[in-house]
């Protein structure tokens, strides 16, 4: 059985927020809710680099760990999904989650703040594939469908990737191998004519 993972190739982000767009679009995410950002870090520096962040869907998943009331699960092909009919909004998940991907509605406390939400990978909820009911708390089913995460298809330059782990490895493994060295066929040290470091 496959095991889906998401892969950003910080050499390829260019900070476009079109894998965000695109989340937000598909999914119907409300207002003050983000399944997925843009982090850029050393922003206008010379070796600025930015990454397409979400939940990582993790195989030792922290956040299924410290649910008390056990609505993080793992699905068989190891996405980690959520019943928000389960949820208590105790915010514990967010709280162990070291990529923040558990997110609240804003207006009040834990505790009353509301259901959790996080990226799905598209592949919605414990609800029947494809049903109203699990459109309407957890957006698009794509995985149902045979696509892939709509943030992942919609990214421009193709660096976020998403999909079987072995598959999204042997993708990156070649862009690694053909970029070369440190010194690299391209990146960071060729646009910025540095030499590389190590």
């Not at 190739?9 to 119907?28: F, L, M, Q």
């Not at 980690?80 to 998940?93: M, N, P, R």
Request: proline content about 5%.
């Amino acid at each position: 059985m496959a095991r889906m993972k998401f892969l950003c190739d910080s050499e390829r982000c260019i900070e476009c927020n079109g894998c965000v767009t695109a989340c937000k679009n598909t999914n119907e995410v409300p207002w003050g809710i983000n399944r997925r950002r843009v982090v850029t870090i050393n922003d206008g520096e010379p070796d600025e680099a930015s990454i397409s962040v979400s939940c990582m869907h993790c195989t030792d998943a922290p956040c299924i760990a410290v649910c008390p009331v056990d609505c993080i699960y793992e699905a068989n092909d190891g996405i980690v999904l959520h019943s928000k009919d389960q949820c208590i909004g105790c915010g514990y998940c967010l709280m162990a989650c070291p990529f923040g991907a558990p997110q609240f509605p804003m207006e009040n406390a834990f505790g009353v703040r509301g259901k959790m939400d996080k990226c799905t990978f598209c592949a919605g909820g414990p609800e029947e594939d494809n049903s109203q009911a699990e459109w309407e708390k957890y957006g698009a089913n794509r995985i149902a469908q045979g696509k892939l995460p709509s943030c992942a298809e919609m990214c421009a330059t193709k660096a976020l990737l998403a999909g079987d782990a072995n598959d999204v490895s042997d993708i990156f493994r070649e862009r690694v191998t053909y970029r070369g060295s440190n010194a690299g066929a391209w990146g960071q040290s060729m646009a910025y004519g540095r030499k590389a470091k190590g």
